[in-house]
């Protein structure tokens, strides 16, 4: 028989460091839940729920802007934490998160969830980079728990520190999902000139799309094409719309923003999202195209194992064609990749101005981020 050892340890243990006061009863209960938590359905929907463990959730929503709480149950103990968190989780989606707060006289148990813009930081990351709760003199205890897909589950403090648990026997499949939308979102805003101020709250936009779309959608595939790309029918099996979405308009001048249109815009994405087919966005973060589908050949595609999303974003990857710049990929178990697409020309010049630039030896400090990989996750 082969358990999960060394991911109960080392939870535990990051739970030591980070909450010490924090009863053993409810590390207990999270661990024995551990496995349903990566996997939890309602309506036979998809839930990825975010649970905040803390003992200062009033400080939280001080000092995070235009965050909320609503307290549903009270406890002397932690023995309920099992029946307050399905009722809880039947109710959380999208952007909110059940907190559990710990005092040494009561548990409250409810919901949390950030107001902001969608061009702000979402609550989750502004938990993650907030830098004032880290610098309290008089410190909190929190601990973020969050599914990243069906076999991987992050824990991170805002003290900074962070824990990956990966269930996979497969080591190859886990990714730091995070750096992956990042990196789309680099590249989806690339050719896109503004003010800074400007191209930081569309960066932040897209981030929070996709992060809905992490925690919303099964399965997804974004291309991402040049802004001079004209499609000579690789492409046409789909819907192009007439006049791209271009949600840099919405930021154009300042006195027309409007909250509620770039809310509906951004709902109206995720939905293109996830229709059938790929959805196809430019570098200037212009909506192109949605349900478009295209033939893969096993030519161009190898032994490529997975369902037919994967073997179309390694068709597209393959074909290197001109002006696509790059294939964000997302499966129904929660893998997810951004791969970019460099064109020789590129290439030669990075390589160019590479060699051009002073060697330069960096003193790289150790990063604060633990990785746990098991090999053995059978029960």
Request: aromatic share 12%.
């Amino acid at each position: 028989m082969l358990f999960y050892d060394r991911a109960r340890e080392n939870v535990t243990r990051f739970f030591d460091r980070e909450f010490p006061a924090i009863p053993r009863l409810f590390i207990s209960h999270l661990l024995n839940r551990f496995n349903e938590l990566l996997h939890y359905t309602e309506e036979n929907l998809f839930i990825r729920p975010k649970l905040v463990f803390t003992d200062s959730i009033e400080v939280i929503v001080k000092t995070i802007p235009n965050s909320h709480s609503i307290t549903i149950f009270e406890d002397k103990d932690a023995n309920s934490f099992n029946s307050r968190l399905k009722s809880l989780l039947a109710v959380v989606k999208n952007d909110w998160l059940v907190f559990i707060d710990i005092k040494p006289s009561k548990i409250s148990y409810g919901l949390l969830m950030g107001f902001n813009s969608i061009k702000d930081k979402n609550l989750l990351r502004a938990l993650e980079e907030n830098t004032s709760l880290r610098e309290r003199k008089q410190k909190i205890n929190c601990v973020v728990v969050r599914p990243l897909n069906f076999y991987t589950m992050q824990l991170y403090s805002t003290s900074g520190n962070r824990l990956i648990v990966n269930l996979a026997l497969d080591k190859t499949k886990y990714s730091q999902v995070q750096t992956e939308v990042t990196e789309l979102v680099e590249a989806t805003f690339s050719k896109l000139r503004t003010t800074p101020r400007k191209l930081q709250d569309m960066k932040n936009m897209y981030l929070n799309i996709f992060s809905r779309v992490m925690n919303d959608v099964t399965g997804a595939i974004c291309v991402i094409v040049d802004k001079d790309y004209v499609d000579n029918g690789f492409f046409e099996d789909g819907i192009w719309l007439k006049e791209p979405i271009s949600f840099s308009k919405l930021f154009t001048q300042s006195k027309s923003y409007d909250e509620t249109k770039l809310q509906n815009y951004a709902d109206l994405f995720v939905r293109m999202i996830n229709f059938d087919g790929i959805t196809i966005i430019d570098n200037k973060g212009r909506i192109l195209a949605y349900n478009v589908f295209v033939e893969p050949s096993k030519k161009k595609t190898g032994n490529i194992v997975g369902g037919a999303r994967k073997r179309a974003a390694y068709y597209i990857l393959n074909t290197k064609r001109k002006g696509i710049v790059g294939v964000y990929f997302q499966s129904h178990e929660g893998e997810v990749f951004f791969k970019a697409i460099q064109e020789k020309k590129q290439l030669a010049n990075e390589k160019q101005a590479k060699n051009n630039q002073p060697h330069i030896i960096e003193d790289k400090q150790e990063d604060s981020f633990i990785q746990l990989v098991l090999d053995m996750p059978l029960q």
